[in-house]
């Protein structure tokens, strides 16, 4: 019998757990076994349980460790379309009906070679899972492209599969050429749940289903569309409640806001979530609360949208389920996680900040004056890691104990962006001060990105081929 791989991160300046009792350990090493870990305490009680015998020590003297973040929303396709100048300033509706014409021109090769680019820009920042909402299917493209891309780079993978199937010749927001049948997307949605979900711990792949949003696809849909997910017990996902406009689409075309409509279609529960919903009104964030629906928070998108501020500390002091997202390539221009969590932070505080006065026994308070920060940097590091690792349905991911899945970013806190900062706080200052890179991001216990360089890909060659294929797509619409 051959015995698993074993792996050593030794000596820590700090190991910051993300468990029930957040601790923060100094000086502390990690022990892994094949793909979990096994161990937490000092370097040489775990070189003794491991028999003496280590495969591989890596010295995280002077770094901070914690677990791989986890991104909950993402269009790794739009990575094609970065800063194209016609959308540069535009906000939801009128950017998508911008960029509709472009991705009718999206090949296979090129989904693949985007979701590589969007997923080692996650890996190099410290992501070791993410989401996918891919929802267009132009010239043979299929979610397959996008599960080959993630196995080769090594990325942990919630695939969903996602549809347009309401034109704008009957009411909805896309051209008719990008939508598809109903039954052609429920049927494929059924042979990619069978041939590749895989619901076992530590699984690499889980397959969700996604229609892209209440104003491209059916009441129909929606509905059959969460009888086969809850017939096959995978998860559910769509956009809700991102922008005024949204809002004004569901109470026009359903009568009711998109919590509502949510609810009446079978979309609420803990087997869902909803990327955005900025808009979500105290009516809906109660039902969200009572169902433990989940939501993926955007605050990048949403700011480059002009979307809003997404009010997060009130879904989550009702109970809401709550991870982050880097949200499509072209409405947010980045996919860096630490980025990410930073800007979450920053904007609730911003979001406290412009609420009305209020008056108490006589006395006025404003924003500012209203006790602790709206977000900490350790608030926001739970939505990373654990907070998404829920919203994704997942128990193996999220925080460091021993059976958990080794997915682990490492962070040099002796870089110029930790200067003065980590000598106070290492934990703190990973998102108060400049977002650096990962020093080493560890996937299932293989390390893909060693001293901020990927493993697993030629990434010069992967950005020159992007480039390429950005070029060709924007010269085809």
Same mark, same amino acid.
């Given at each position: 019998? @051959?015995?698993?791989?074993?792996?050593?991160?030794?000596?820590?300046?700090?190991?910051?757990?993300?468990?029930?009792?957040?601790?923060?350990?100094?000086?502390?090493?990690?022990?892994?076994?094949?793909? !979990?870990?096994?161990?937490?305490?000092?370097?040489?009680?775990?070189?003794?349980?491991?028999?003496?015998?280590?495969?591989?020590?890596?010295?995280?003297?002077?770094?901070?460790?914690?677990?791989?973040?986890?991104?909950?929303?993402?269009?790794?396709?739009?990575?094609?379309?970065?800063?194209?100048?016609?959308?540069?300033?535009?906000?939801?509706?009128?950017?998508?009906?911008?960029?509709?014409?472009?991705?009718?021109?999206? @090949?296979?090769?090129?989904?693949?070679?985007? @979701?590589?680019?969007?997923?080692?820009?996650?890996?190099?920042?410290?992501?070791?899972?993410?989401?996918?909402?891919?929802?267009?299917?132009?010239?043979?493209?299929?979610?397959?492209?996008?599960?080959?891309?993630?196995?080769?780079?090594?990325?942990?993978?919630?695939?969903?599969?996602?549809?347009?199937?309401?034109?704008?010749?009957?009411?909805?927001?896309?051209?008719?050429?990008?939508?598809?049948?109903? /039954?052609?997307?429920?049927?494929?949605?059924?042979?990619?749940?069978?041939?590749?979900?895989?619901?076992?711990?530590?699984?690499?792949?889980?397959?969700?289903?996604?229609?892209?949003?209440?104003?491209?696809?059916?009441?129909?849909?929606?509905?059959?569309?969460?009888?086969?997910?809850?017939?096959?017990?995978?998860? !559910?996902?769509?956009?809700?409640?991102?922008?005024?406009?949204?809002?004004?689409?569901?109470?026009?075309?359903?009568?009711?806001?998109?919590?509502?409509?949510?609810?009446?279609?079978?979309?609420?529960?803990? /087997?869902?979530?909803?990327?955005?919903?900025?808009?979500?009104?105290?009516?809906?964030?109660?039902?969200?609360?009572?169902?433990?629906?989940?939501?993926?928070?955007?605050?990048?998108?949403?700011?480059?949208?002009?979307?809003?501020?997404?009010?997060?500390?009130?879904?989550?002091?009702?109970?809401?389920?709550?991870? !982050?997202?880097?949200?499509?390539?072209?409405?947010?221009?980045?996919?860096?996680?630490?980025?990410?969590?930073?800007?979450?932070?920053?904007?609730?505080?911003?979001?406290?900040?412009?609420?009305?006065?209020?008056?108490?026994?006589?006395?006025?308070?404003?924003?500012? /004056?209203?006790?602790?920060?709206?977000?900490?940097?350790?608030?926001?590091?739970?939505?990373?890691?654990?907070?998404?690792?829920?919203?994704?349905?997942?128990?193996?991911?999220?925080?460091?104990?021993?059976?958990?899945?080794?997915?682990?970013?490492?962070?040099?806190?002796?870089?110029?962006?930790?200067?003065?900062?980590?000598?106070?706080?290492?934990?703190?200052?990973?998102?108060?001060?400049?977002?650096?890179?990962?020093?080493?991001?560890?996937?299932?216990?293989?390390?893909?990105?060693?001293?901020?360089?990927?493993?697993?890909?030629?990434?010069?060659?992967?950005?020159?081929?992007?480039?390429?294929?950005?070029?060709?797509?924007?010269?085809?619409?």
């Amino acid at each position: 019998m @051959t015995l698993a791989r074993t792996l050593l991160i030794q000596n820590a300046t700090c190991v910051a757990t993300m468990d029930d009792a957040g601790r923060e350990l100094r000086d502390a090493s990690l022990l892994i076994r094949g793909n !979990l870990i096994v161990a937490i305490g000092s370097s040489q009680e775990l070189r003794q349980s491991a028999g003496g015998v280590v495969d591989e020590v890596i010295d995280a003297r002077g770094h901070l460790v914690m677990p791989g973040m986890v991104n909950t929303h993402h269009h790794m396709y739009q990575s094609l379309t970065r800063a194209i100048p016609a959308v540069q300033d535009a906000e939801l509706f009128s950017w998508l009906r911008g960029l509709y014409p472009i991705w009718a021109s999206l @090949t296979p090769e090129m989904i693949r070679v985007s @979701t590589q680019t969007a997923m080692a820009e996650l890996l190099l920042s410290g992501c070791t899972t993410s989401s996918d909402h891919l929802y267009i299917y132009p010239n043979g493209v299929r979610l397959d492209d996008s599960i080959e891309a993630a196995r080769e780079i090594g990325m942990r993978f919630t695939a969903t599969r996602g549809s347009m199937s309401v034109g704008q010749s009957a009411g909805g927001l896309p051209p008719d050429r990008v939508v598809e049948k109903e /039954d052609a997307i429920l049927s494929d949605t059924q042979r990619l749940i069978e041939q590749y979900h895989d619901a076992a711990h530590s699984s690499m792949l889980h397959i969700a289903v996604a229609p892209c949003s209440p104003f491209s696809v059916s009441r129909d849909l929606m509905r059959e569309s969460a009888v086969l997910a809850r017939k096959y017990g995978v998860r !559910l996902h769509t956009h809700l409640a991102e922008n005024d406009h949204d809002i004004a689409y569901s109470l026009e075309k359903f009568g009711c806001t998109p919590a509502q409509y949510a609810h009446d279609l079978g979309w609420t529960g803990q /087997d869902v979530w909803h990327a955005h919903c900025v808009k979500l009104d105290d009516e809906g964030i109660s039902l969200f609360a009572a169902t433990r629906t989940g939501v993926a928070h955007c605050p990048c998108s949403s700011m480059r949208l002009a979307s809003g501020i997404a009010p997060i500390r009130k879904m989550l002091n009702a109970g809401v389920p709550v991870g !982050l997202g880097v949200d499509g390539s072209a409405s947010n221009d980045a996919a860096h996680m630490v980025n990410e969590a930073r800007q979450a932070m920053l904007l609730a505080r911003v979001g406290r900040a412009m609420q009305p006065p209020e008056t108490r026994n006589g006395q006025t308070f404003f924003g500012c /004056d209203l006790g602790p920060a709206e977000m900490t940097a350790r608030d926001t590091l739970k939505l990373a890691t654990r907070g998404g690792a829920e919203v994704l349905g997942r128990k193996d991911i999220g925080h460091i104990a021993p059976g958990m899945c080794a997915d682990l970013a490492l962070f040099d806190l002796r870089t110029l962006s930790f200067a003065g900062g980590a000598v106070h706080d290492p934990v703190a200052s990973l998102l108060l001060c400049a977002s650096p890179q990962a020093a080493y991001t560890l996937v299932n216990g293989k390390v893909v990105v060693r001293k901020g360089q990927l493993t697993t890909v030629d990434l010069p060659v992967l950005i020159e081929k992007h480039n390429d294929l950005a070029l060709e797509l924007a010269s085809s619409s």
